[in-house]
């Protein structure tokens, strides 16, 4: 990594990261593309009874942080029987294992899961089903998700999201020099540690600049390096076509990973 210089996406763990990267001779170069987070307030409540009233006939949670976040609105809001029912009465689905952890806490076995945690792999299992003229609700966290949008409406069904949180986008300065430095082979790789990173940044290049110049050093000379499947995965629906991730979702593994490709 002698030489390299290495943009960081993420807003936290930078110091470890950082200092993986120089004891490799490497510079890291610091471009939060995260975004702000904050948990919706009473306007949660609104949507999760508007969700209840819905009577859905299949939920698809995708991220356990998210399950857990709505349950815990559903407690403040003094609904959380009348949401646990709702839950139970429908056919649910899982992304990943935490989040199948997080719904058997309460009793509850999907009827479809993705073990490894990708959107594809959910799309492999839900396609066993039948959703023509089903209701479904989808719970999102920070990734739009647009493949399993697409899934379900290509198949007739009654598609609405939920997002526990609401985001802020990040810095354009900070997304507009990122830009520069990708499109300029300034930077030799990126690192994203989540696919909200993902979804930030692409939405601000396709919005404000040339995608085509952006997808072409990612092709070429600039290494596109995602902390795990999901990352990795929100690059490609984004039209990365070279992407590399550790085996372990970490982000030592990420930044060792990222040596050996250079190593190579």
């Given amino acids: 990594m002698r030489g ?11 110091d470890e990261m950082t200092t993986l990267i120089e004891k490799q001779g490497g510079t890291a170069v610091i471009r939060p593309a995260q975004g702000t987070v904050f948990l919706k307030g009473s306007e949660l409540g609104e949507e999760m009874r508007a969700v209840i009233a819905m009577h859905p006939d299949w939920i698809v949670f995708t991220t356990g942080i998210g399950f857990e976040a709505l349950l815990e609105a559903a407690e403040r809001e003094g609904m959380a029987a009348e949401w646990q029912r709702m839950i139970k009465e429908a056919n649910v689905a899982a ?10 806490k309460i009793g509850v076995n999907p009827v479809a899961a993705s073990e490894d945690g990708t959107t594809k792999g959910l799309i492999r299992v839900l396609g066993a089903h039948d959703f023509a003229g089903k209701k479904v609700v989808v719970q999102l966290y920070g990734d739009t998700a647009p493949a399993l949008k697409q899934f379900f409406l290509e198949r007739d069904a009654s598609y609405t999201e939920l997002l526990p949180y609401r985001h802020i986008a990040p810095d354009e300065e900070t997304m507009a020099t990122l830009y520069k430095e990708i499109v300029g082979r ?11 990173q ?15 110049p952006l997808l072409d050093a990612f ?11 999901v990352t990795q ?3 490609e629906e984004e039209g990365v076509s070279r992407v590399i991730a550790p085996e372990h979702e970490r982000m030592g593994a990420m930044i060792v990973t990222l040596a050996r490709c250079f190593d190579a």
């Fill in 233 to 235: 995965e929100a690059l």
């Fill in 198 to 212: 993902v979804r930030f940044f692409f939405s601000f290049a396709r919005e404000k600049k040339e995608i085509a």
């Fill in 186 to 196: 300034e930077v030799d790789a990126v690192c994203f540690t989540s696919a909200m």
């Fill in 4 to 14: 390299k210089r290495i943009a960081l996406c993420a807003s936290r763990k930078l």
């Fill in 219 to 229: 092709r070429t000379d600039v290494v596109a390096c995602a902390v795990g499947k």
């Fill in 95 to 104: 992304r990943g294992y935490k989040t199948v952890a997080a719904l058997k």
